[in-house]
């Protein structure tokens, strides 16, 4: 199994001037590492959630179907599921009908569930014979993530901006600040 970004956000959860005026930042001297640690911060968020926070699209690649009649997509919450592709051995494939298939996009797992009692198409490529694009995130705008998750990726990016260090003498390293945690922990993706 592996997952692929294809398409990543066009924008982050945060705009630049939110951040510095949260961190009390007037001058442009910053700015780049200031994007680098916003961006940093929504994907640290995002892996530790199991979440996407904005719209982007992923390309998650099986060598085989698991059993049963759905297929758990790693990432939540799915706004679409843009093709499905079964590889052949000579590195050709088939596009599965969507009539096939149906998402449960706000489960937890989301899952791509087979319609019918018809098997899903065999893979004959051995590694990565299975595809399937998809399209995840609250929305395409900052207005449609929410208010909570934004808050955590400011106080994440201000924790990092104020302490650049690797580590403190004398500090232990204490992973993410306990605000950040508490904000974020109702949006964890639970797996069974």
Not at 6 to 27: I, N, S
Not at 95 to 106: A, T
Not at 163 to 181: F, K, Y
């Amino acid at each position: 199994m592996a997952i692929v970004l294809t398409a990543p956000p066009a924008q982050e959860p945060v705009a630049l001037a939110d951040a510095k005026l949260y961190l009390r930042v007037d001058v442009a001297d910053d700015d780049a590492l200031i994007n680098s640690l916003i961006t940093g911060a929504r994907s640290e968020l995002e892996r530790g959630l199991g979440r996407a926070l904005i719209t982007q699209s992923y390309t998650y690649l099986l060598d085989a179907w698991p059993a049963g009649f759905a297929v758990n997509l790693p990432i939540a919450p799915v706004q679409s599921v843009d093709q499905v592709r079964v590889y052949a051995v000579d590195g050709s494939f088939t596009v599965i009908s969507p009539s096939r298939y149906m998402l449960d996009g706000l489960g937890s797992p989301p899952r791509l569930i087979r319609r019918g009692s018809l098997a899903w198409p065999v893979p004959l490529q051995q590694a990565n014979g299975v595809a399937i694009d998809f399209t995840c995130g609250h929305g395409a705008t900052p207005a449609d993530v929410p208010s909570a998750l934004r808050i955590a990726i400011m106080l994440l990016t201000a924790h990092w901006y104020e302490h650049r260090q690797l580590g403190e003498a004398g500090v232990p390293n204490i992973g993410l600040p306990e605000m950040v945690r508490d904000l974020i922990s109702p949006y964890r993706v639970r797996r069974l």
